[in-house]
């Protein structure tokens, strides 16, 4: 089996350039000694934490100037953590997971051609009970709720690592588990509000229908 293909590409934040490693394309596949396919990750689903989706660059840039003093960040789903390198290179106190097994490498790599400070990562599943991750005052993530099960996984994994008081900012491009997901967050006590991002088209190449979540307790 040949080496996955990458690419590497600069994003701009306002002045801030962030550098990313990231998979050629979706095509891209290379499970040495099986360990994604033992996790349940297919081939087809593989190559989906590699690249950037638009709901990440929304939720990137609505951190970029997003109020972070003294507070512990957590990005789920990180994929490619775009987010948490964002948020990196404004010297946040940031905490990323997935549950991919390649996400790590790029992370450190990421990390490495932006000159940043180690980013702590932690290999998660929601359904894991002991993380060890400890809880956060602001809990990040994009494009999460694309499965049926997602909704009560992540809000039960959300509220397992928030503290007493905190908030929550989820980007959704409109897969169709959003409302659920907001009655599920409702019951474990959080206020709901959504919005759509300021001018998406600044930076995204198509339409973006998607809406900022964001979550309070």
């Not at 293909?5 to 000694?33: P, S």
């Not at 690249?51 to 990137?60: D, G, N, R, T």
């Not at 790029?106 to 932006?114: A, G, H």
């Not at 602001?138 to 709720?145: E, Q, V």
Request: charged share 25%.
């Amino acid at each position: 089996m040949t080496s996955v293909r990458v690419r590497y590409q600069t994003m701009e934040f306002d002045g801030m350039d962030i550098h990313i490693r990231t998979l050629r394309d979706r095509q891209q596949y290379e499970d040495v000694g099986g360990v994604a396919e033992k996790l349940g990750i297919s081939s087809a689903t593989w190559p989906l934490f590699g690249v950037i989706w638009a709901s990440s660059e929304v939720l990137a840039h609505f951190m970029v100037d997003f109020e972070i003093e003294g507070k512990r960040i957590l990005e789920v789903g990180c994929g490619i953590a775009l987010t948490s390198l964002v948020l990196n290179h404004r010297h946040a106190d940031i905490t990323a997971t997935d549950y991919h097994p390649e996400v790590s490498d790029f992370l450190l790599e990421n990390v490495r051609i932006n000159k940043g400070r180690k980013i702590p990562f932690v290999r998660t599943g929601w359904g894991d009970n002991d993380t060890r991750l400890g809880t956060f005052d602001l809990i990040t993530g994009s494009d999460l709720l694309y499965e049926r099960d997602h909704a009560d996984l992540l809000s039960r994994f959300i509220d397992q690592h928030a503290k007493p008081h905190c908030e929550v900012i989820l980007v959704d491009p409109g897969r169709g588990e959003q409302a659920r997901f907001s009655k599920k967050m409702a019951l474990l006590g959080y206020s709901h509000s959504q919005s759509k991002p300021v001018n998406p088209e600044s930076y995204l190449k198509s339409p973006f229908k998607g809406k900022i979540l964001r979550y309070k307790r």
